[in-house]
């Protein structure tokens, strides 16, 4: 049988952090059984908390995307932290903006690569392939870097 004082510490603990941050349920299992709670308790809470909608996949994928789209990361980068998060479909909300419209991957880039850059294109070869990697680094696909870049500039 389970014990309830269990579930009630088990439970306390994951509102605890769930105050401090939005989590996924991968995040919350994790550090509950490190915290040695048993694991079938620990499913029974979380899964009480979702139903009483207090964790919620979506609000946490959308956090993370808010997080990464301040941070000026592409979609490639968000969705590698979100599933690294345990999160495997963020859901067809998350990757929107506050307006609730689709992000505009190519507007982000931009605007990261102005402000990091400036306003001049590249001069050379070599400043375009900066450039190109720095805008990879961030996650942002091939496509969209080609876009912002434009054609590699000729001696």
């Not at 980068?77 to 992000?103: C, H, T, Y």
Request: proline share 7%; with cysteine; charged share 30%.
């Amino acid at each position: 049988m389970k014990d309830p004082a269990s579930e009630s510490e088990i439970r306390s603990r994951a509102l605890n952090l769930l105050a401090r941050r939005e989590h996924s349920p991968a995040e919350l299992q994790r550090k509950l059984a490190a915290a040695g709670f048993e694991t079938e308790v620990i499913g029974t809470v979380l899964a009480q908390l979702a139903h009483d909608g207090l964790l919620s996949v979506e609000r946490f994928a959308q956090a993370r995307v808010r997080q990464g789209l301040s941070r000026g990361d592409g979609p490639r980068k968000i969705a590698s932290r979100l599933q690294q998060a345990g999160v495997k479909s963020p859901g067809p909300g998350a990757m929107r903006d506050d307006n609730g419209e689709p992000i505009d991957w190519l507007a982000q880039a931009q605007g990261l690569c102005q402000r990091r850059f400036g306003d001049a294109p590249p001069d050379s070869a070599k400043e375009w392939s900066r450039r190109a990697r720095f805008l990879a680094a961030r996650g942002y696909p091939e496509q969209t870097v080609r876009q912002v870049l434009g054609e590699i500039p000729r001696p």
